[in-house]
């Protein structure tokens, strides 16, 4: 089955360092890759996607993500976190041929000053 | 606005009273899904629906109904509700030209509804 594997639960960094979030995924064709933000007492938000096109995205509020293939992976990053930035983000997979969307269970982003 | 609304956003019950969760679009989306969130286990969806009288089951669908008798509504049923369905819950739509959804089309998400059963 189609799954996807977000590598930490909670993550802590200081105001203006790097942000990265992990994300693997298990799919033997690539499928769609997404990334959305929840912020505290809100849904969800799309912060980015991949389908298929450049493997390098760029999302919202400067995020990115890069599709790599060889290594099933679609982590999260950002160059410089800003406390606004504090929310759990959820990695999610659309395999191909499906109407379905599978989420991780989420890596809660803490910045501190 | 194009929103996403859920009603109610607080819900207390108890064990075995029906009760329903309402969600309605207005961006005249084809697909709409339900998912519910449980600490540790992310969102995992409930039941989704293509398009007015077409719904399938999700991932975890025992103890719950839908129906979509209109585009922009998909009312979430629970007949008798359990403990174990204490959660957070959320609506979310997108629209798919292409056909083929939800794959490449963004989903758009409710504020949730939080449920408590006693």
Known sequence: AQSVTQLGSHVSVSE?????????????????????????NQGLQLLLKYTSAATLVKGINGFEAEFKKSETSFHLTKPSAHMSDAAEYFCAVSPANTDKLIFGTGTRLQVFP | EAQVTQNP??????????????????????????????????????????????????????????????????????????PNQTSLYFCASSLDPSGRVPSTDTQYFGPGTRLTVL
């Not at chain 1, 203006?16 to 990334?35: I, T």
Request: proline share 7%; net charge positive; with cysteine.
């Open chain 1, 16 to 40: 203006g360092a790097l942000v990265l979030l992990r994300c693997n995924y298990s799919s033997s064709v690539p499928p769609y890759l997404f990334w959305y933000v929840q912020y505290p």
């Open chain 2, 9 to 82: 956003r607080y819900l207390i019950t108890v064990t075995g009273k029906k009760l329903t969760v309402t969600c309605s679009q207005n961006m005249n989306h084809e697909y709409m899904s339900w998912y519910r969130q449980d600490p540790g286990l992310g969102l995992r969806q409930i039941y989704y629906s293509m398009n007015v009288e077409v719904t399938d089951k999700g991932d975890v669908p025992e103890g719950y109904k839908v129906s979509r008798k209109e585009k922009r509504n998909f009312p979430l049923i629970l007949e008798s509700p359990s």
